[in-house]
Structure formats: structure tokens, C-alpha cells
């Protein structure tokens, strides 16, 4: 190793250093932190969505062949939602990509994460991941409306 | 050098079978590209259902082509470096094993029971043949990494002392690799899915059986870029007419794939249940570990490449990028290689956004991922394999290569194409546009009612990317063909262009003995794993009954 | 394959100095560029991610 050598490891482990605190700070100053898991049992399967109290929701999604139950859920600006997700059969995905939410649902097994909704809008539920011949249609809405 | 006609057969067989079945990969691809940007609104095109092209379309590009390369590749740098013929016998038994292999999974998928892509995640279940296709092509693989081992072991007792070629060490770390990880993926199919899908079995634990693809996943890619990197190691520098910078640093490279290429597959799953964030925060630093290496291949690459430029007289900082051989069709080698590592300058970047723990949400699964991996599966690793293709193929034929122009113009188009087209499917993806989709249907349909507008372009510029890369690809099977229908003009011989190292550097002896690398690789798997693994029987539940991919109710397999 | 000739002909002893003499300035000055490259797309995405929240 020369020196032009041993200045470039240390360049590129300096950059992936940096990176790496970045999504820490994010993970702990901003909360933005990847979907949690959740220790599996059958009640998770039953689709609903339940208001804590005033602002604070909890949605339980089960993705199906081909749609997302509850398909479409109506929430007050200001919502902060934590969503559980599972699969009723094979692989689905569910991807917010306005609010960054990103999760598998798979079958036996409880995926969590938690948006906060503080536009009014219509934000799209899309399956990312192929789960049969009619995944081109899986798509939900969640309506975000002023009360 | 001369190489017995056994070894030519075997080489040329397992070269020829699957470009030619890249003919229909690359032709999937262009489907692909056409459904998704809304030309056509159609579940099918001439009796193959957009779904079932696209696992052709992985299968083929990723899998099988990768591996058959991996393998001819294999045998020609352990043949031309170490100057031994490994064992006929196990050579011709992988070959035969891998033919029968592809041909099963190839006809399971052209029968349309195996649209599971080629990831073939349960509980969608594929016919029995299909897995079992999958797991012949892999264990016929090992039979020839087998003999190598044999080979090697024969020439370091004939040649004490001697340091191994940096091909053959970059060769036996690759196929290291690959036996590691394919156990994990054998056992899956082997033991999890065959069984289950042949209905002895009812159900299947889906987050270990993911658990175990991506523990073979990840590994895989490295498999594929490997061969690449010994061409950009031991062969680049000698084509662009100047040295290697330092032969450590590729032996080191090498050394450290071969302890961070497979702990780090949980990295494909951070949107999963079932792996604690730890696991995840774990797998994503060791995967920034991985990247470390390919930062030292690209400075040392750089810095082979200028010595080449300026020796023939390159001034300034960036002069040396002018002076390379870009366009001798002589050595057309050159144009493949350095494409690909132009490819792979974005390839790489991208990828370390997908290994950034919570950056993964906003491009995983999305349109972004497939626009990421065509800039390093379709970029580094599949120009050295055409190009090393239609090398090997003159070579050990005697047949002069024919429209030489054509072929060194192919990886220029193809570096153009892949551009426009990721950039396409990134712009795509950070706009939500979801990946493995049949877009033309719903969402790029205007007469749909979940048509999204703001898909449109993105799609069409994938379109135009990728029309202009399946020219490239027509080209190069114009020349490919013609040239394995040739004549015959010269006697077949084999040998590759070599390059001497810039100084002869002092030798590091932990960097010639695999001992103390391959205990690390075992530790760092089990400390990578072993919480894994736990983590997948702690948040489990039941296990899942196969489902087919037209049907949302569980397949019943005893009444079948 | 035939290596395709240098456009300035060194004879050995030429060649050797050149050799001893070589400082990948330039190799330096492309990783710079690379690492920018990373900084920039890397930071774009990480701006997306605090955007979404």
C-alpha cells in the first residue's frame, strides 16, 4: 500500500463515515427510521382502522390478491397514523411514496411504521412487489381532509 | 497456448447455449420497456403474458448467463494462468448438469407454470421443475469449482513460492463465494420449496425462506462482478497499453469481497417484519464495508489506465482520459471495459443510496432499483461478458471475428441506451412508479381510472433507452453469429492480453493465503446471520400454503 | 490481440524512468470526482428523505 493508496481508503471510509452518521441523525433527531417488527398473532389479519384519541390513528392493512383492505381511509389533516401491515397470501408491497413509507407484507409475519399526514391530498397505496396476474391493480387511497 | 479440444467444446458450449438464449432475454427486456410505457395495454404479446417474460427476462440475463460465463470463464483463467487442464470428468458433468438445469427451468417458464420471476418468492408457487432446474443449474456449477480446487492445489505443490496469477486467486475467491452462498439458496429450494410445491409438504415459512434467498442474493451480484473485475485487474490495463498499479491492491480487494459479499443481504430486506432495526443497522454498515473495495478498483483501475494515457504522452489532470483506445476495433476489449466502468460509476453511487438503512424507503421496490442494477448487472458485468464472449470465441474457434466495427461500436450504444433508460426508471422510481409491473395495463393507461400522468415520461425515456440498447444487443448477435458460423482461418489457441504490475512490490503474505480470510468470512457470516436468523422463528407465524399466480385462494395440491 | 502501440515509442531504459517516475495525480483527481459524484446523488436522496417525512 503507498501512500496514494492508504489516502484513498481513508477518503472513501471518511464519505461512508458521514453517510452513516447522516442516517443516524435522521433515525434519531427526525425519527425517520425503518418499519419495526411486530411478534406475529391472527388478530393482525382483521383489516381496520382505530383512533386512539383526537389526532392518532392506528391502521391494520392486510394486502390480498389483489387489493389492500381497508382500500380507502379517510383521515383529518394533522393524523398521525401507525400502520401494521401483513399478507393474506403471497408477497405485497405497500409503498407511500409521498410520505416515504416503504413495507413488505408477508405472510406470517407483522410489518409497522408510523406517517405523519400534514397536507390535505389524496395519497396513493402502492403494491411494489409482484404477487400474481393481477398486481398492476393493487393500488388504495388514503383521503387526507381539513375536519 | 494451446488447449485441448475437451476444453474447447466445453468453453465453447458454455458460451454459446446461453447467449443464445440471451436472444430471448434481451428480446423480454424490449417487452418489458413497450407494456410499461403504455404502447400497448395488454396483459400478453404473442402467447407470453407480460409476467412470464419478465422471469424469462431475469432468469436468463441474471442467472443463467451469469453462471454459464462465471464458469467458461473459469476454466480458461484457470487453463491459461496456472498452464493445467483441470478434470475432464467433472467438467463435462457440471456442463451437462447446468444444460439440464436451464433446459428444465427454461421449459418450466416457456409453459408459463413458473411466472414467479426470478426470485421466485413463496408462497406464489412454480411447477417442481422449475426449482429443481434452478438447483441443478447451481450444484452443476460447483462440480467445475470442484476440479479447479483440485488444479490449484497441483500447481502450488509444482510451483512453491510462486504467488498465485491474480486471475486464478480472483477466480477460486469468486466460486469461494458462490458455494458459500449457493448452500443457503440450495437449501431453500431443495428442502423449503421443492417439497412444498410438489404438495409433501403443506406449508412454507416465508420470511426464512426470503431469509435465505437474500442471503444467497446479495452474494450473487458480487459472483457476477467478479470475472468483470479480473478483466479490469489483469487484462484493462494491458489493452489500454500501460500497466497495473498495484497487484495488492486487487489481491486485497479481492480478499475483502470474499468476507463482506455475503453477510450483507438483509440490506434487500429493510421494509421487511421480521428482522429487529439492529440487524438491519448491522447488515447496512458491513455493507458499506463492501463498497470499500470497489472504491480501491476504481483508484487503482484510474490510476492504470493514466499511466496508459500518459505514455502516450497525456498533460494535465484529466489528459489521459483522451488518450485511451476507445475506438480500436483491434482491441475492442478496451470499448467494453471501460463502458462498463463508466456504467458502473453510477451503478456504485446508487447502489450505496440502497444500503443506507433508512434511505432504502424511499427507492425500494420502486422503479429506482431496476434503473440502479442495470448500471452494474447490465453495465460492468454484461459488456465484459459480451465482449469476453466473442473474445474467447475467436480464440478458441480460429475463426477471425467478423464486423469488427460493429463490435467495438455495440458498447458505446449500449452505455447511451442504459443511461437514458436508468435515468428513465430512477426518475420513475423517486416518483413512486412501482417496479415489476405491468404499467401499460392500469397506470400508464389514460383510460384507466388508476392512470398516473406523471409516469408517462419517465417510462417513455425508459423506452428510448431501451430500444436503443436492444440495437446494441441485435448488433452484437449479428456479429456473434456470423463469426461462430465463420470459417475457420487460424489455429484455435487461447490467451489473454496480461498485464505486467507498474512495481514490483514488496509481497504481503497474508494476501496470498486464503487461511486467515476464509475463518474471518465464517465469522463475520455467523455474527451477520446467526441474530438474522433468531430474529426470523422470534416474529414468525404460520407457515403458508402455495398459491398459483391467476388464483387468490391457496392452491389445493392433493386434488390436482 | 495485438496491444495498440503508444503514440510516443519509449525504449526500455526510457520507459523504466517513466515508470519510477509516475504519480497517479490524475487517478487522484478522478476519485475526488467520484466521491462528489456519491456526495451529490447520496445527499439528493437523503434531502428527499427529510422532505417525505
Keep these: 500500500m503507498n501512500k496514494y493508496e492508504l489516502r484513498v481508503i481513508i477518503a472513501a471510509g471518511t464519505l461512508l463515515m458521514i453517510f452513516l452518521f447522516s442516517v443516524l441523525y435522521a433515525a434519531y433527531e427526525k425519527k425517520i427510521d425503518l418499519p419495526a417488527c411486530i411478534p406475529y398473532n391472527a388478530t393482525f389479519k382483521e383489516p381496520r382502522v382505530k383512533q386512539v384519541d383526537s389526532n392518532t390513528y392506528e391502521v391494520y392493512v392486510v394486502a390480498r390478491m389483489w387489493s389492500f383492505q381497508p382500500a380507502e381511509i379517510e383521515l383529518p389533516v394533522g393524523s398521525t397514523v401507525d400502520f401494521y401491515l401483513t399478507s393474506n397470501d403471497v408477497v405485497h408491497g405497500f409503498d407511500i411514496a409521498q410520505k416515504g413509507v416503504n413495507m413488505m407484507a408477508i405472510y406470517g409475519a407483522v410489518t409497522k411504521t408510523t406517517a405523519k399526514f400534514d397536507k390535505p391530498g389524496v395519497y396513493k397505496m402502492t403494491c411494489h412487489e409482484y404477487c400474481g396476474a393481477g398486481h398492476q391493480n393493487m393500488q388504495g387511497e388514503i383521503i387526507v381532509n381539513y375536519k | 497456448m494451446q488447449v485441448s479440444k475437451a476444453f474447447r467444446n466445453i468453453i465453447l458450449t458454455e458460451l454459446l447455449m446461453p447467449i443464445t438464449l440471451l436472444v430471448f432475454g434481451i428480446y423480454h427486456g424490449l417487452m418489458q420497456v413497450i407494456y410499461r410505457a403504455g404502447l400497448i395495454h395488454q396483459t400478453e404479446v404473442a402467447n407470453i403474458d407480460y409476467y412470464q417474460g419478465l422471469t424469462l427476462h431475469g432468469v436468463i440475463n441474471a442467472v443463467v448467463l451469469t453462471t454459464f460465463f462465471a464458469v467458461a470463464f473459469g476454466h480458461a483463467t484457470i487453463i491459461y494462468y496456472l498452464k493445467k487442464e483441470p478434470g475432464k470428468l467433472m467438467s463435462r458433468i457440471s456442463m451437462w448438469l447446468m444444460i439440464i438445469g436451464t433446459l428444465m427451468a427454461a421449459a418450466a417458464m416457456f409453459s408459463g407454470q413458473a411466472s414467479v420471476l426470478y426470485t421466485f418468492y413463496p408462497p406464489l408457487r412454480a411447477t417442481p421443475f422449475f426449482y429443481l432446474g434452478a438447483a441443478l443449474l447451481i450444484v452443476g456449477s460447483w462440480f467445475s469449482f470442484f476440479t479447479w480446487i483440485k488444479t490449484y492445489r497441483k500447481w502450488r505443490k509444482e510451483n512453491p513460492g510462486v504467488k498465485t496469477p491474480l486471475a486464478v486467486l480472483g477466480t477460486i475467491i469468486n466460486f469461494t463465494i458462490w458455494f458459500v452462498c449457493t448452500l443457503a439458496v440450495a437449501y431453500e429450494v431443495l428442502v423449503l420449496l421443492l417439497p412444498w410445491s410438489m404438495g409433501l409438504v403443506k406449508t412454507v415459512n416465508v420470511p426464512l425462506a426470503r431469509m435465505l434467498f437474500w442471503l444467497f442474493g446479495h452474494a450473487l451480484v458480487y459472483f457476477w462482478l467478479l470475472p468483470a473485475y479480473i478483466m479490469f485487474y489483469t487484462m484493462l490495463p494491458k489493452i489500454a497499453g500501460g500497466k497495473l498499479y498495484s497487484d495488492n491492491a486487487g489481491r486485497l480487494a479481492l480478499f475483502l469481497f470474499l468476507i463482506l459479499s455475503i453477510p450483507v443481504g438483509v440490506h434487500h430486506q429493510f421494509s421487511e417484519p421480521v428482522f429487529d432495526r439492529s440487524v438491519k443497522l448491522f447488515q447496512s454498515i458491513l455493507t458499506f464495508g463492501v463498497v470499500v473495495p470497489s472504491f480501491i478498483t476504481a483508484f487503482t483501475i484510474g490510476a492504470s489506465l493514466e499511466h496508459a494515457g500518459r505514455k502516450r504522452g497525456a498533460k494535465g489532470l484529466f489528459g489521459w482520459m483522451k488518450k485511451l483506445p476507445y475506438w480500436d476495433k483491434n482491441n475492442f476489449l478496451f470499448a467494453y471495459l471501460i463502458c462498463g466502468l463508466i456504467l458502473f460509476i453510477f451503478g456504485g453511487a446508487t447502489g450505496i443510496v440502497n444500503a443506507s438503512y433508512s434511505l432504502n424507503s424511499i427507492v425500494h421496490n420502486t422503479d429506482w432499483m431496476p434503473g440502479h442494477f442495470h448500471m452494474t448487472v447490465a453495465g460492468p458485468v454484461f459488456l465484459a461478458i459480451l465482449g469476453m464472449s466473442i473474445y474467447l470465441l475467436s480464440k478458441l474457434t480460429g475463426k477471425e471475428i467478423r464486423y469488427k466495427n460493429l463490435v467495438t461500436i455495440v458498447p458505446y450504444l449500449w452505455l447511451i441506451g442504459v443511461l437514458i433508460f436508468s435515468t428513465g426508471l430512477m426518475w420513475g422510481g423517486l416518483l413512486g412508479e412501482p417496479r415489476r409491473t405491468n404499467l401499460g395495463m392500469t397506470y400508464t393507461n389514460p383510460e384507466n381510472p388508476l392512470f398516473h400522468s406523471e409516469w408517462v415520461p419517465t417510462t417513455m425515456l425508459a423506452l428510448v433507452g431501451g430500444i436503443i440498447m436492444t440495437v446494441g444487443a441485435v448488433l452484437y448477435f449479428w456479429a456473434f453469429f456470423a463469426t461462430a458460423f465463420g470459417k475457420k482461418s487460424f489455429e484455435p489457441h487461447l490467451d489473454f492480453p496480461t498485464a505486467e504490475v507498474l512495481h514490483e512490490e514488496k509481497e504481503i503474505s497474508i494476501l496470498n493465503n486464503f487461511k486467515p480470510w476464509l475463518v474471518l468470512m465464517f465469522i463475520v457470516i455467523l455474527l451477520a446471520y446467526v441474530p438474522a436468523l433468531m430474529d426470523t422463528f422470534k416474529y414468525s407465524g404460520p407457515g403458508a400454503p402455495p398459491y398459483d399466480t391467476n388464483n387468490p385462494m391457496p392452491l389445493d395440491l392433493n386434488n390436482f | ?53
Aim: charged share 25%; with cysteine; net charge neutral.
Design chain 3, 1 to 53: 490481440m495485438p496491444v495498440s502501440t503508444a503514440d510516443k515509442k519509449m525504449d526500455s531504459t526510457e520507459e523504466h524512468a517513466f515508470d519510477e517516475k509516475f504519480k497517479p495525480k490524475g487517478a487522484m483527481a478522478f476519485f475526488v470526482v467520484l466521491m462528489l459524484i456519491c456526495a451529490v446523488i447520496w445527499y439528493g436522496i437523503y434531502y428527499i428523505s427529510l422532505s417525505r417525512q
